[in-house]
């Protein structure tokens, strides 16, 4: 288990678009003491620079923190960039979503795009991580991995995602545990609503809310990356700011705590 965090743990800084922000993610996550950091879609790193690239390679190793890259949709064009994105930064992970703006894929579509990818990945000892989102049951994810047949190949497995189909954290851990290379640790909670006319579904930092990570534990590979990401409360930007490095600091100190607890480590 590797502890680390993604861009969606810092919604509001990623969308202030600050200079230098993947630069400045790696070092606060040095002072976190997170492993691993993950680029995702709202902070995207395919159009820098070689060289701007080569600097967020150097400070993620002399930071001893493993990058990981992100990005949305199966664009073969678009996996291809972003696979050269993990070669320059030396990371083994490409954690995507099966759809984007522009596509959303169906079964067939979806293995014949990865099918157009999958061999330069695995020729460069790079993952392919399509992570389980609310568009699509927990059952198509599956049936995606296991028609492209490629150890290259995995589910990000994200705790709350498909909640927009009805499906709880049990019911995907148990149809998704054994593809997943990579796991979201996205707390939540679900009140009812005051008036009794429904429930309110929100985010919490790690181990504050409803999120089964003992169930994550023994059901999950033991060498996977282990993410925080955080649904944050709707602030405006400076406090959402504020927020989310407190939400980062706690959940990543929680997840250390349980790591020691559970594992030993």
Not at 76 to 95: D, F, I, Q, W, Y
């Amino acid at each position: 288990m590797k502890i680390g965090l993604s861009t969606w743990a810092y919604p509001a800084f990623c969308a202030a678009r600050q200079k230098e922000a993947a630069l400045r993610l790696i070092e606060r996550a040095a002072e976190l003491r997170a492993e691993v950091f993950q680029f995702a879609d709202n902070l995207p790193l395919d159009g820098l620079s070689a060289k701007e690239l080569e600097r967020l390679r150097l400070s993620a190793q002399e930071n001893g923190i493993a990058p990981e890259v992100g990005t949305a949709g199966l664009s073969p064009e678009n996996l291809m960039r972003h696979l050269a994105v993990a070669k320059s930064l030396g990371a083994t992970l490409v954690r995507t979503l099966p759809h984007s703006r522009e596509s959303r894929p169906g079964l067939l579509e979806a293995q014949g795009m990865i099918g157009r990818v999958i061999k330069e990945y695995e020729s460069a000892g790079v993952t392919l991580a399509v992570e389980n989102h609310d568009h699509y049951p927990a059952a198509w994810f599956s049936k995606l991995i296991e028609s492209v047949k490629s150890p290259f190949l995995g589910v990000c497995l994200d705790a709350v995602n498909s909640l927009g189909q009805g499906e709880g954290f049990s019911e995907v851990i148990g149809a998704l545990a054994r593809h997943t290379v990579n796991f979201h640790c996205k707390d939540y909670t679900i009140r009812r609503r005051a008036d009794s006319m429904g429930f309110v579904v929100s985010g919490t930092q790690t181990g504050r809310g409803m999120l089964d990570l003992d169930t994550a534990k023994n059901r999950l590979s033991g060498g996977i990356s282990w993410i925080v990401e955080s649904w944050l409360p709707d602030e405006d930007n400076a406090k959402m700011q504020q927020t989310e490095q407190i939400w980062a600091r706690e959940s990543l100190a929680y997840l250390f705590r349980f790591r020691r607890e559970k594992c030993g480590i």
